[in-house]
C-alpha cells in the first residue's frame, strides 16, 4: 500500500492543509487532517461495502466554521473549567469565556484549530505535533504536543506525549462524533455499555457539582442500554471509569470498543450537534455521539479529583483506541 497524502484546502493566509489517510490488512482507513490532527474519515468494512462511522465534512471551511470540534484533537485542555479562570501555585490564570463565564475545550488556545506539523508516516500511521504558546489564552507554559495515529487489526490507538518549560495544566481529548449506521441519523438506537461505577453530576452550566454512584440511575451502562432510552437521550456526562476503563457501542451489524489508561470519559449524545455539509446523507442534532476520554472536568479547580497538573520538564503520555468489529 502507498502512503496517501494530499491537499485538503488552504487556509486564509495560504497554509496548505493536508490529508493523510492511513490504511491496514482488513480494510479499515482512517485520514487525518494537518488542521487540527482532526480525524476526518474512519472507514470499516461491512456486510460488503465500506462505511465512514465518524461526523465529519468533505470541504477545510466546514472544519474552521464548524463549533462542535468534531473529530479535533483538543488541547491544551479539553472540556470546561468553571470560571473560566483556576490557580496554579498562588497565580491565577485567567481564560477566554467562550461557554458562557466558563472556558471550554481551551477557548482560543484550542490545538484543535491550529495546523499541525507531520514528524512521520508510514502505511498505517502517522505522527503529528504542534505547540501551545505560553500565554496563549491565558494557559501558562511552552507546551509542546506530539499525536501518533496507528491502525492495526481494525484498532485505531491514538497515543499522546506532552511536555512544558513550565508548570501548566494538561488534558488532552480526541473529539471524534460517531454513528456506526454510517449515515448520519438518529443515534438513539445504539446501545452503550460503560465500565464505570460512578458519574460526574454537572449544574445548569454542566459544571461538577459531585461523583455519584451510577448504579439505579439513568447513568448505569454498566449493562448495555439505548442511548434513548433515558433522559430523551441526553448525555453531556463524564463517566469514572472502573478498572477495565472500557466502553463499547453496538448499533447496526457493528461494534466499537474504547479502552484507554484516562480515568474518565465524557459521554456526549449530540444534542446541538449542527446542521452542516457533511459526508453522510444527513446532520444535526443526535446524528453521532462522542466517546472523549480525558481527565475529569474542572480537574483545575477540584482538589477533590484527580490532578490534572503537569510539571516543568516531566512528560504527560497517553492512549487510548478504538476497534470496529462485525457483529451479528
Known amino acids: 500500500m502507498a502512503i496517501n497524502t494530499s491537499t485538503f484546502g488552504h487556509l486564509a493566509d495560504g497554509q496548505e492543509i493536508k490529508k493523510i489517510t492511513i490504511k491496514e490488512e482488513s480494510g479499515v482507513q482512517v485520514s487525518i487532517l494537518t488542521f487540527g490532527a482532526v480525524i476526518q ?16 465534512s468533505p470541504s477545510l471551511d466546514d472544519y474552521i466554521s464548524d463549533g462542535s470540534y468534531k473529530g479535533q484533537i483538543v488541547a491544551p485542555y479539553a472540556n470546561r473549567i468553571s470560571g473560566a479562570r483556576f490557580v496554579l501555585d498562588g497565580n491565577e490564570y485567567l481564560l477566554d469565556k467562550n461557554n ?22 508510514t502505511d498505517n500511521s502517522v505522527v503529528l505535533n504542534c505547540a501551545h504558546k505560553d500565554g496563549d489564552g491565558g494557559f501558562p507554559g511552552n507546551i509542546g504536543v506530539t ?37 448520519g441519523s438518529s443515534v438513539l438506537d445504539h446501545k452503550i455499555r460503560i465500565e464505570a461505577d460512578k458519574v460526574v453530576m454537572v449544574d445548569e452550566s454542566l459544571i461538577p457539582t459531585s461523583l455519584v454512584p451510577v448504579k439505579g440511575t439513568d447513568f448505569d451502562f454498566t449493562a448495555f442500554h439505548e442511548i434513548g432510552e433515558r433522559r430523551g437521550g441526553r448525555y453531556d456526562h463524564c463517566f469514572v471509569f472502573n478498572a477495565a476503563r472500557r466502553a463499547e457501542a453496538v448499533c447496526d451489524g457493528l461494534s466499537l470498543t474504547v479502552d484507554t489508561d484516562r480515568p474518565g470519559m465524557q459521554l456526549y449524545t449530540g444534542e446541538f450537534n449542527p446542521s452542516c455539509k457533511c459526508m453522510w446523507p444527513a446532520s444535526g442534532a443526535f446524528c453521532a ?35 470496529v468489529r462485525e457483529v451479528e
Not at 474519515?41 to 465529519?56: A, T, Y
Not at 491502525?151 to 456506526?180: Q, W
Request: with cysteine.
Open 41 to 56: 474519515e474512519f472507514l470499516v468494512p461491512c456486510r460488503g461495502g465500506m462505511r465512514n462511522i465518524v461526523f465529519s
Open 100 to 121: 458562557g463565564e466558563n472556558n471550554l475545550h481551551s477557548g482560543s488556545a484550542n490545538l484543535g484549530q491550529k495546523v499541525w506539523n507531520i514528524i512521520f508516516q
Open 147 to 183: 499525536v501518533a495515529y496507528l491502525l492495526e487489526n481494525g484498532r485505531l490507538t491514538i497515543s499522546y506525549t506532552m511536555s512544558s518549560d513550565r508548570k501548566c495544566v494538561v488534558n488532552p481529548t480526541n473529539h471524534a462524533y460517531f454513528n456506526l449506521k454510517g449515515d
Open 289 to 323: 455521539f462522542a466517546l472523549e476520554t480525558s481527565e475529569y472536568p474542572d480537574a483545575v479547580n477540584r482538589k477533590d479529583f484527580p490532578s490534572a497538573v503537569l510539571e516543568a520538564g516531566h512528560v504527560f503520555k497517553t492512549r487510548t483506541s478504538y476497534t
